[in-house]
């Protein structure tokens, strides 16, 4: 079967530090990966999906980037986090959105200070 | 461009009344439309879909209807529980069925 994880779980950061969530899935190949981001009390924003290694496309402009070293290896990162940064991250995969919607995995808890 | 529209929360109910979430959606010919479901502190978790028109999802006591003639996929619940408190997403897929568009979510606070 299928999973996927995500970690940590929990971050808080210090404006101006890097920032590196990783997601990873297993029991598929191939996936279409996404990040989305949800600030507090609010809905989902799409900030990166990938439908292969190394393909990366970006919904907004922002002070975050993506890479897919791996097939089932999605990486969020920033060189410098903002306070605006700050909520809740989250992963999906899917193989066949149209159809199957995504799996998300559990999360990433992010606090600037 | 694609966009999904549900009704606002949060909605407050007693426990065992009936709920319904509104969903209408612009673009036609999804394959599939979805209901998700965020429980405190969690993930996203797919609740239910439906994978043509005038099908039925259903899930947990919940029910959607994909109504291709009103582009709309409202979600339903006979008797709500304390334990269906969460946020609810409507999710068709966006055009090109790489990605889904999300509604802004309704929170559903249910009582004893």
């Known amino acids: 079967s299928q999973t996927i994880h995500q970690w940590p779980a929990t971050l808080v950061q210090p404006v101006g530090s890097p920032l590196s969530l990783e997601c990873t899935v297993e029991g598929t190949s191939n996936p279409n990966l996404y990040w989305y981001r949800q600030a507090a009390g609010r809905g989902l924003q799409l900030l990166f999906y990938s439908v292969g290694i190394g393909q990366i496309s970006s919904e907004v402009p922002q002070n975050l980037s993506a890479s897919r070293p791996q097939d089932r290896q999605f990486i969020l990162s920033s060189k410098k986090l903002l306070l605006s940064d700050s909520g809740f991250y989250l992963c999906?995969?899917?193989?066949?959105?149209?159809?199957?919607?995504?799996?998300f995995g559990s999360g990433t808890r992010l606090t600037v200070v | 461009g694609d966009s999904v529209t549900q009704m606002e929360g949060p909605v407050t109910l007693s426990e065992e009344a009936f709920l319904t979430i509104n969903c209408t959606y612009t673009?036609?010919?999804?394959?599939?439309l979805f209901w998700y479901v965020q429980y405190p502190g969690e993930g996203l978790q797919l609740l239910l879909k439906?994978?043509?028109?005038?099908d039925k999802g259903s899930n947990k006591g919940f029910e959607a209807t994909y109504r291709k003639e009103t582009t709309s996929f409202h979600l339903e619940k006979g008797s709500v529980q304390v334990s269906d408190s969460a946020v609810y997403f409507c999710a068709p897929p966006r055009e090109g069925f790489q990605k889904l568009v999300f509604g802004t979510g309704t929170r559903l606070l249910v009582s004893p």
């Open positions: 673009a036609t010919g999804y394959p599939s």
């Open positions: 439906a994978t043509k028109a005038d």
């Open positions: 999906a995969w899917s193989v066949r959105v149209g159809y199957s919607g995504y799996t």
